[in-house]
């Protein structure tokens, strides 16, 4: 009776055998997790931990990578990771992971890149821009942000679309930016781009066999209306999320944080000895 359509097992078999690097410490110390900004709809989540633990978090909750989080018939919610805002409409289940792969060189000061994993539904994903190269895609540029569904996956530089995922398809529309879309993970990391949609460009990949649809040109403001009035409590989490983009608050939460795993890591690195060994002199003496 659990309400989790796919287990972590399963989902693997529908998008590929992309796994993520293990976490080299220190940067599992590192890690800055995403946290559960706004709910609405219902009191709290359903949330399965990688035990297969089924429990609930309520708003404020810090969140764990790997989990996989189930809004429910009726709930509508707001997550908040280093460099993105994800909107969740009802009847989605999702996981957020972490791809370090980019942070070999253990540059501690720079945010890992999530990795969303949408089983299935719709969401609502704003994605700040940056400088900073965090994962290198098939021009170079940096990905920021990366969506798995089954039949598609998508890096995303500085963005605002929203991606759907039923039984039979798979979609992305960008509502503003651009981003490039594979059939999945290993795919897009080498290249092999199925398409590129920038500001008013819809993808669609119709399942089973991974069939790309041309890529349809949409009105960008009668979209955001439909999907509003679809979902009239994601509207409400877009303003709080675009008031936050402005206004920087979560940029700054998160830099924080990370600046106090800094520091506590600096603490804990083992120090140099501050005993001098002992001179061949001094040895020769003792003896």
Do not use: W
Request: net charge neutral.
């Amino acid at each position: 009776d659990s309400p989790f359509v796919h287990s972590p097992g399963e989902f693997q078999q529908l998008t590929g055998p992309y796994t993520l690097p293990p976490l080299p410490d220190p940067l599992v110390k590192m890690t800055v997790e995403p946290f559960l900004e706004s709910i609405e709809g219902i009191s709290a989540i359903s949330v399965r931990s990688l035990n297969h633990r089924v429990h609930s978090l309520k708003v404020g909750a810090q969140l764990d990578f790997g989990d996989t989080f189930f809004t429910g018939p009726k709930g509508n919610v707001r997550i908040a990771c280093e460099q993105a805002q994800i909107l969740l409409a009802y009847d989605t289940q999702v996981s957020i992971l972490e791809d370090n792969k980019p942070l070999a060189d253990e540059d501690l000061s720079r945010p890992s890149v999530p990795v969303l994993q949408l089983a299935r539904g719709e969401v609502h994903v704003l994605v700040e821009a940056g400088s900073e190269v965090l994962a290198a895609g098939a021009s170079g540029s940096p990905y920021r942000f990366f969506v798995q569904t089954p039949g598609l996956a998508i890096g995303v530089r500085g963005t605002d679309f929203v991606v759907t995922a039923h039984a039979l398809s798979a979609e992305v529309y960008v509502l503003k930016g651009r981003v490039e879309v594979a059939a999945d993970l290993p795919s897009l990391r080498a290249g092999k781009i199925q398409a590129t949609a920038s500001t008013g460009i819809s993808v669609r990949v119709a399942l089973p066999g991974h069939h790309f649809d041309p890529p349809q040109e949409f009105n960008t403001g009668a979209y955001l209306n439909e999907f509003h009035g679809k979902y009239p409590a994601l509207q409400a989490l877009y303003q709080l999320a675009a008031k936050d983009s402005r206004s920087g608050r979560l940029t700054e939460k998160f830099k924080k944080i990370r600046k106090i795993k800094m520091r506590s890591f600096e603490t804990e690195k083992p120090q140099p000895s501050s005993i001098a060994p002992p001179s061949p002199t001094s040895s020769k003496m003792r003896n």
